[in-house]
């Protein structure tokens, strides 16, 4: 079971970037998913959450909103972060992860708490804002 992060690098402040997390060993379609992110000297954050089933449902921090767009592909066993208009306070290592509350066949994204039932984690890829 395996989550692998990529994507991420250096990008000047007002550019985008498109995150991928490739999952292996799992159905990443059986699972809500998510992204989180830690900047140095703070706590993990979660940055956005999509459902398992009804994909309708996407989730995103309050301060991001507008900035991002979660997806996945069932067919490539992948999601993605698309982030524009990034600004110097996205700098930071960006995880996926996969899981969700819920039970088998209809994972999703807990309010308040996103990283709930998460249990699966990629290893994260930096992304580093410039000015």
């Known amino acids: 079971v395996q989550l692998q992060a990529t994507g991420g690098g250096l990008v000047q402040a007002g550019g985008s970037l498109r995150l991928s997390c490739a999952a292996s060993?799992?159905?990443?379609?059986?699972?809500?998913v998510g992204w989180f992110r830690q900047a140095p000297g703070k706590e993990r954050e979660a940055v956005s959450c999509i459902n398992q089933s009804d994909r309708r449902k996407t989730y995103y921090a309050e301060s991001l909103k507008g900035r991002l767009t979660i997806s996945r592909d069932d067919a490539k066993n992948t999601m993605y972060l698309l982030m524009n208009n990034l600004i110097l306070e996205d700098t930071a290592v960006y995880y996926c992860?996969?899981?969700?509350?819920?039970?088998?066949?209809?994972?999703?994204?807990?309010?308040?708490?996103?990283?709930?039932?998460?249990?699966?984690w990629g290893k994260g890829t930096q992304v580093t804002v410039s000015s």
């Open positions: 060993g799992f159905t990443l379609a059986d699972y809500a």
């Open positions: 992860a996969a899981g969700g509350a819920g039970d088998s066949g209809d994972y999703y994204c807990k309010p308040g708490d996103y990283s709930f039932g998460m249990e699966a």
